[in-house]
């Protein structure tokens, strides 16, 4: 839901609409249904609405409320019930939506408001009383949240198109986010970027602007995968105790993301368990009509190119209102370029274009769905897992090098001394991802290593890889998508159940029992696979070709990111094992990409 900007100055510059203008318009596609500005003096804000609650002028943005002003991306699924809270304390509310709950709840508890909200979110309020600018981001880090230092102030924005959109905005490389783009497969962690000159707020965090300038951060939210207390009552005592505790927090999480909303929701059907469980657990709660979306590609020879026998059979068990949508794969290049355009930072996942190409179609029909993101990370799905675990066995989870020697070798795209020998000198840095990734395994509230593991994965690296994917394929079309996997206390109470229910029959142990007997059978036993994106997939043929053009390009060798002799050597072997990571990404397309997207976003030469 909509998107966000504005800036503040502390040394006597004023705001301007003529800044926020273009910042708007790169914007517009998240919010199509209306914008506004305001400004005064030295601080502006900037907003384009998707309207989701509220559709009257009630819920227009910026909001002001006497001495606050307020620009909200996202949906606070509690809201009504905070609502009637602000009542009883006397607050009156002129709308409906939760963007005024906001405004209120701030006006009662201080940016300790966060605390009380349930749901996804990014916004910012200017204080006139204290002159602070206040951001928040919400625990997962569903929705975006960038920001800029300029001479003088500080801008924000809901992505960094906009932020790009003035000439004084550092874009030179950033030596820490390359390292990172290129070892944890384009999983940037906050708060840096590709960009020098591009920050973004980390998740769970809220930040002030003081009128000095000066920029203080909190992190209000720390997720913590111990096991509880065995002796407290509430503690469920058996392994179904634990499956139905989570069932019943999944049914809660589909539900609020369900009602929070006055206009239709559908959901994004993969075939997959994890969507096909959302479908499921809807039509439990008594929903007729489910509005499903599908997609699949023509087939190659290696596979097929759709999973349209697994979603055909939830259609027919729950009787969805279904649409299905086959892409020809010769039309998947083409509409590539679009997919990057909407991309907030370089992405490699290739089933981003099938999100964006399936996005462009669902639409037409909903303005918000529910997607199956998180799953994976939150109940132990992928197969790295289990190699982990067993390379862990027996080690001290507080020693920083054997904890990363046991995650290492399953996830890291190349070592820090390949990272050395395909990067140029000018870009050299230390080995800052191992720094960062053993830092984070081994800060203290997890009690095994795949408690660690999968932590790390939930507030991490899931939130720029899928979900960034999600939230930048379907708002370039104006729809919202609703994560009810990674809705926070559903993850809190799944980190807490003990680490081995998360591995058992494969992985996702815990979601299959919720599943048995709901959905066919044929959906929760079949073995886990990638999104099929047949013509993205094999590094040959028209793909290589495009690739290699953007990687020998005049734009690419000026950059000089890449030796050249080590770029050769992909461009000559591109599909022998070594140029592939360990979880089977093309180390050329995770080079083409990064290539590709510098030079539509920063060189703006394509």
Same mark, same amino acid.
């Given at each position: 839901m909509c998107g966000i900007c504005g800036e503040i100055y502390w040394d006597g510059q004023l705001a301007s609409e003529t800044r926020l203008?273009?910042?708007?318009?790169?914007?517009?596609?998240?919010?199509?249904?209306?914008?506004?500005?305001? $400004?005064?003096?030295?601080?502006?804000?900037g907003h384009r609405r998707l309207s989701i609650i509220d559709l009257t002028d009630g819920g227009h943005q910026p909001m002001r409320?006497?001495?606050?002003?307020? $620009?909200?991306?996202?949906?606070?699924?509690?809201?009504?019930?905070?609502?009637?809270?602000?009542?009883?304390?006397?607050?009156?509310?002129?709308?409906?939506?939760?963007?005024?709950v906001i405004l209120k709840a701030y006006r009662q508890w201080g940016m300790e408001c966060v605390n009380r909200f349930e749901g996804m979110f990014a916004?910012?309020?200017?204080?006139?009383?204290?002159?602070?600018?206040?951001?928040?981001?919400?625990?997962?880090?569903?929705?975006?949240?960038?920001?800029?230092?300029?001479?003088?102030?500080?801008?924000?924005?809901?992505?960094?198109?906009?932020?790009?959109?003035?000439?004084?905005?550092?874009?030179?490389?950033?030596?820490?986010?390359?390292?990172?783009?290129?070892?944890?497969?384009?999983?940037?962690?906050?708060?840096?970027?590709?960009?020098?000159?591009?920050r973004k707020l980390e998740p769970g965090h809220w930040m002030i602007v003081n009128p000095d300038g000066q920029i203080y951060k909190k992190r209000y939210w720390f997720l913590e995968a111990k096991r509880p207390d065995p002796s407290e009552k509430s503690t469920p005592q058996t392994q179904q105790?634990?499956?139905?505790?989570?069932?019943?927090?999944?049914?809660?999480?589909?539900?609020?993301?369900?009602?929070?909303?006055?206009?239709? $929701?559908?959901?994004?059907?993969?075939?997959?368990?994890?969507?096909s469980l959302i479908v499921g657990l809807l039509h439990e709660a008594g929903v007729e009509n489910i509005k499903t979306f599908s997609i699949g590609f023509e087939d190659a020879p290696e596979e097929k190119g759709s999973e349209f026998e697994y979603s055909d059979k939830v259609v027919e068990r729950f009787n969805t209102d279904h649409k299905q949508y086959l892409i020809s794969n010769s039309d998947v290049l083409p509409r590539l370029h679009e997919a990057v355009d909407a991309m907030a930072e370089p992405m490699v996942g290739q089933d981003a274009i099938a999100f964006y190409l399936l996005s462009e179609q669902v639409a037409q029909d909903v303005k918000v769905v529910m997607s199956g993101q998180g799953a994976d990370e939150v109940f132990g799905g992928y197969f790295w897992y289990a190699k982990m675990a067993q390379a862990a066995e027996g080690i001290d989870l507080k020693d920083h090098h054997a904890?990363?020697?046991?995650?290492?070798?399953?996830?890291?795209?190349?070592?820090?001394?390949?990272?050395?020998?395909v990067i140029n000198?000018?870009?050299?840095?230390?080995?800052?991802?191992?720094?960062?990734?053993?830092?984070?395994?081994?800060?203290?509230?997890?009690?095994?290593?795949?408690?660690?593991?999968?932590?790390?994965?939930?507030?991490?690296?899931?939130?720029?890889?899928?979900?960034?994917?999600?939230?930048?394929?379907?708002?370039?079309?104006?729809?919202?998508a609703r994560v009810p996997f990674l809705d926070h206390k559903l993850v809190e109470l799944t980190m807490s159940a003990p680490s081995e229910l998360k591995?058992?029959?494969?992985?996702?142990?815990?979601?299959?029992?919720?599943?048995?007997?709901?959905?066919?059978?044929?959906v929760i036993d079949r073995p886990k696979v990638a999104f099929p994106m047949p013509a993205l997939k094999y590094v040959r043929g028209e793909f290589f070709e495009f690739m290699k053009k953007i990687l020998t390009s005049p734009q690419?060798?000026?950059?000089?990111?890449?030796?050249?002799?080590?770029?050769?050597?992909?461009?000559?072997?591109?599909?022998?094992?070594?140029?592939?990571?360990?979880?089977?990404?093309?180390?050329?397309?995770?080079?083409?990409?990064?290539?590709?997207?510098?030079?539509?976003? $920063?060189?703006?030469?394509?």
């Open positions: 203008k273009p910042m708007l318009a790169a914007l517009e596609k998240r919010g199509p249904d209306d914008g506004g500005s305001w $400004v005064q003096d030295h601080v502006g804000l409320d006497q001495a606050l002003s307020l $620009v909200f991306n996202g949906c606070i699924y509690n809201y009504q019930q905070l609502k009637a809270e602000l009542e009883e304390f006397g607050h009156e509310f002129t709308s409906h939506s939760d963007t005024e916004f910012a309020i200017w204080d006139d009383d204290t002159h602070q600018l206040l951001l928040a981001r919400d625990r997962m880090g569903i929705k975006p949240l960038y920001y800029s230092p300029v001479e003088g102030g500080v801008r924000f924005a809901s992505n960094p198109q906009a932020l790009l959109t003035a000439d004084d905005v550092d874009t030179s490389i950033d030596p820490i986010g390359l390292h990172h783009q290129l070892t944890l497969h384009a999983v940037i962690p906050a708060p840096h970027t590709i960009l020098k000159g591009v105790a634990w499956i139905d505790a989570i069932h019943e927090s999944l049914k809660e999480a589909v539900h609020k993301r369900l009602t929070a909303s006055d206009v239709p $929701v559908g959901v994004l059907l993969s075939g997959g368990l994890d969507s904890v990363l020697d046991a995650f290492r070798p399953y996830y890291f795209d190349r070592s820090h001394q390949e990272w050395l020998e000198p000018e870009y050299h840095v230390e080995d800052v991802t191992s720094d960062y990734i053993g830092h984070r395994l081994t800060e203290p509230g997890a009690d095994t290593f795949l408690d660690q593991v999968l932590r790390l994965d939930v507030t991490t690296l899931v939130v720029d890889d899928p979900v960034k994917r999600v939230d930048n394929m379907t708002m370039a079309w104006g729809l919202e591995l058992i029959d494969d992985g996702k142990f815990i979601l299959k029992q919720i599943a048995r007997g709901l959905l066919p059978d044929e690419a060798k000026a950059r000089g990111i890449f030796n050249e002799l080590a770029l050769q050597r992909l461009l000559d072997n591109p599909e022998a094992p070594e140029s592939f990571t360990a979880i089977q990404g093309s180390k050329l397309w995770h080079a083409a990409l990064l290539e590709f997207w510098l030079q539509k976003h $920063v060189d703006k030469t394509l």
